[in-house]
């Protein structure tokens, strides 16, 4: 492969595609089966979630990630079986009531027994809402709410949607997890058509029998559907989080691509004062406003990231305003681009020092013992692990050296027999982190990488060479479902790819 070539053609797609490429989700697809059997691929979403059911009747990943995938397709295909199967073959109901069953048995087996949901979004208004509908079906007995879960959060925000008043914008993108019932009369489809970039949402609110701009939104739904062929992703568009995230990788590992002059123009105009969205209908958040600044501090446009400090909580930066939660990706990514605009210029050196310091010290003080990081926006151990390395390993001063020292020690320790990393097994993404986490920081401060990392990072490199150029990822990202975005993913790994050859060739 010419990792060169394909980086790329990597950023070429970034613009013939400029909603972004997302996976397609369990989730999202189920609610539109409920939601709009009368939208073209009705046949085809059905046909998705059949075959993307488990042998033992679940939906989804491990360790209490099925749990929303296997409600929403339970109760989608509940329905289905409810009714009168329009679009489908008699062999399909047969399929459908069999699938129905087993995801039942798999709930009554599973619920019971959930140790912890994981922190996702909106998983306290989805899990109640969706056991109170498979519920309703009467087709077994009620299924019991995990620990830890209750009705109070869907009752409150039903109110408020029921009221007609404003509803803060990170709300758009679970619409379809308060129930509607003829409210949200504040809601309206953005320039494109989308209710909260979410297909679900936007279904929700053309079932409440919406007319004004109605057909707009219909037309979003059927451009969705049609790329997909039927089953949908959980949240589209991203186009300023998906471009910010592969220039920054590409960049990061040394790769020189050719940038797209009107890419890098079009992310500077989607910073304003209160920063950016990962796309039209999401709220402003300091994720994708960090990284959009990073990307664009990497490739000489170098903004002022004062628009960050909306997001300042004085002991963390939030993800977005009024988050339940704490993310420590989001703040290592706040220290790259605070880190990032000092760097581009001597006379910005001191600039915003006081703000670095304090993300420095709060990634350091949130370390594990063992040496990793976990966050709230992905599955993956390693995905933090790495955010917090390379933040710190260039931002982060010689007081952090011990900590991405240690970090980079965890990796070393966790890597699997065939050379590859992965939290349930190993994939190409995970792999593709730990290689970065072992190399990019001597790229970054110059030497000689410790022998032990160059060996492991290019068992990890022969792992990505004799795996191939896949692009059917591993859903490891959270947002109401897991999910892949696939272009951020494919560049992770070229970096990988790039930052390992040497390492190989060496061997």
Same mark, same amino acid.
């Given at each position: 492969?010419?990792?060169?070539?394909?980086?790329?053609?990597?950023?070429?797609?970034?613009?013939?595609?400029?909603?972004?490429?997302?996976?397609?989700?369990?989730?999202?697809?189920?609610? *539109?089966?409920?939601?709009?059997?009368?939208? /073209?691929?009705?046949?085809?979403?059905?046909?998705?979630?059949?075959?993307?059911?488990?042998?033992?009747?679940?939906?989804?990943?491990?360790?209490?990630?099925?749990?929303?995938? &296997? *409600?929403?397709?339970?109760?989608?295909?509940?329905?289905?079986?409810?009714?009168?199967?329009?679009?489908?073959?008699?062999?399909?109901?047969?399929?459908?009531?069999?699938?129905?069953?087993?995801? +039942?048995?798999?709930?009554?087996?599973?619920?019971?027994?959930?140790?912890?949901?994981?922190?996702? @979004?909106?998983?306290?208004?989805?899990?109640?809402?969706?056991?109170? *509908?498979?519920?309703?079906?009467?087709?077994?007995?009620?299924?019991?709410?995990?620990?830890?879960? %209750?009705? =109070?959060?869907?009752?409150?925000?039903?109110?408020?949607?029921?009221?007609?008043?404003?509803?803060?914008?990170?709300? +758009?993108?679970?619409?379809?997890?308060?129930?509607?019932?003829?409210?949200?009369?504040?809601?309206?489809?953005?320039?494109?058509?989308?209710?909260?970039?979410?297909?679900?949402?936007?279904?929700?609110?053309?079932?409440?029998? #919406?007319?004004?701009?109605?057909?707009?939104?219909?037309?979003?739904?059927?451009?969705?559907?049609?790329?997909?062929?039927?089953?949908?992703?959980?949240?589209?568009?991203?186009?300023?989080?998906?471009?910010?995230?592969?220039?920054?990788?590409? =960049?990061?590992?040394? +790769? =020189?691509?050719?940038?797209? @002059?009107?890419?890098?123009?079009? +992310?500077?105009?989607?910073?304003?004062?209160?920063?950016?969205?990962?796309?039209?209908?999401?709220?402003? %958040?300091? %994720?994708? &406003?960090?990284?959009?600044? !990073?990307?664009?501090?990497?490739?000489?446009?170098?903004?002022?990231?004062? =628009?960050?400090?909306?997001?300042?909580?004085?002991? !963390?930066?939030?993800?977005?305003?009024?988050?339940?939660?704490?993310? /420590?990706?989001?703040?290592? !990514?706040?220290?790259?681009?605070?880190?990032?605009?000092?760097?581009?210029?001597?006379?910005?050196?001191?600039? $915003?020092?006081?703000?670095?310091?304090?993300?420095?010290?709060?990634?350091?003080?949130?370390?594990?013992?063992?040496?990793?990081?976990?966050?709230?926006?992905?599955?993956?151990?390693? $995905?933090?692990?790495?955010?917090?390395?390379?933040?710190?390993?260039? $931002?982060?001063?010689?007081?952090? #050296?011990?900590?991405?020292?240690?970090?980079?020690?965890?990796?070393?320790?966790?890597?699997?027999? %065939?050379?590859?990393?992965?939290?349930?097994?190993?994939?190409?993404?995970?792999?593709?982190?730990? /290689?970065?986490?072992?190399?990019?920081?001597?790229?970054?401060?110059?030497?000689?990488?410790?022998?032990?990392? #160059?060996?492991?990072?290019?068992?990890?490199?022969?792992?990505?060479?004799?795996?191939?150029?896949?692009?059917?990822?591993?859903?490891?990202?959270?947002?109401?479902?897991?999910?892949?975005? /696939?272009?951020?993913?494919?560049?992770?790994? *070229?970096?990988?790819?790039?930052?390992?050859? @040497?390492?190989?060739?060496?061997?």
């Amino acid at each position: 492969m010419n990792v060169t070539r394909e980086a790329g053609a990597l950023v070429a797609t970034l613009m013939s595609t400029p909603w972004g490429q997302v996976s397609a989700s369990v989730y999202e697809t189920g609610r *539109l089966v409920t939601l709009a059997p009368w939208l /073209i691929g009705h046949r085809e979403r059905v046909h998705y979630l059949l075959r993307t059911q488990r042998p033992d009747g679940s939906w989804g990943a491990p360790d209490g990630y099925g749990l929303v995938p &296997t *409600l929403s397709a339970t109760e989608a295909l509940l329905t289905v079986a409810s009714g009168s199967g329009e679009g489908l073959f008699p062999e399909d109901m047969e399929h459908v009531a069999l699938a129905a069953r087993s995801g +039942l048995a798999a709930l009554h087996e599973r619920l019971p027994r959930v140790a912890g949901v994981p922190d996702m @979004p909106a998983v306290d208004l989805i899990v109640p809402g969706l056991v109170t *509908l498979i519920n309703a079906h009467g087709a077994s007995a009620p299924l019991p709410l995990p620990p830890g879960l %209750d009705h =109070s959060r869907v009752e409150q925000v039903r109110r408020v949607v029921e009221s007609g008043a404003t509803l803060p914008e990170k709300l +758009l993108h679970a619409l379809e997890a308060t129930g509607l019932s003829g409210g949200a009369r504040s809601v309206r489809p953005t320039v494109i058509g989308t209710i909260g970039a979410s297909p679900a949402a936007t279904a929700a609110w053309l079932s409440t029998g #919406a007319e004004l701009e109605a057909d707009f939104a219909l037309r979003h739904l059927e451009a969705v559907v049609t790329r997909y062929g039927g089953p949908v992703p959980v949240g589209l568009p991203i186009t300023v989080f998906e471009r910010g995230w592969v220039l920054t990788w590409l =960049s990061r590992a040394g +790769l =020189s691509v050719q940038v797209p @002059p009107e890419m890098l123009a079009d +992310l500077r105009a989607s910073i304003g004062p209160a920063g950016t969205s990962a796309g039209p209908g999401l709220p402003a %958040d300091a %994720d994708t &406003t960090s990284v959009a600044l !990073h990307a664009l501090a990497l490739h000489g446009v170098a903004l002022d990231p004062g =628009s960050l400090l909306a997001f300042d909580t004085g002991t !963390h930066f939030c993800t977005w305003q009024g988050e339940d939660g704490f993310s /420590i990706s989001v703040n290592a !990514h706040v220290l790259d681009a605070f880190g990032s605009y000092a760097a581009t210029a001597p006379a910005r050196a001191g600039a $915003y020092a006081e703000v670095r310091s304090r993300l420095a010290d709060l990634l350091a003080e949130r370390q594990h013992p063992a040496g990793n990081w976990e966050d709230r926006w992905h599955a993956s151990p390693l $995905y933090a692990t790495l955010s917090c390395v390379l933040a710190l390993g260039e $931002y982060g001063g010689r007081e952090h #050296a011990a900590a991405v020292t240690m970090a980079r020690e965890w990796v070393l320790d966790t890597q699997r027999a %065939d050379g590859s990393w992965g939290r349930w097994e190993g994939t190409l993404e995970e792999t593709a982190y730990a /290689i970065q986490a072992l190399l990019l920081p001597e790229r970054v401060r110059g030497g000689a990488v410790d022998e032990r990392y #160059a060996h492991a990072a290019a068992r990890g490199h022969a792992y990505l060479q004799r795996m191939g150029d896949m692009s059917d990822y591993p859903s490891l990202w959270h947002d109401k479902d897991l999910y892949t975005p /696939i272009a951020i993913v494919r560049a992770a790994i *070229l970096a990988a790819l790039h930052l390992g050859a @040497p390492a190989l060739e060496s061997r």
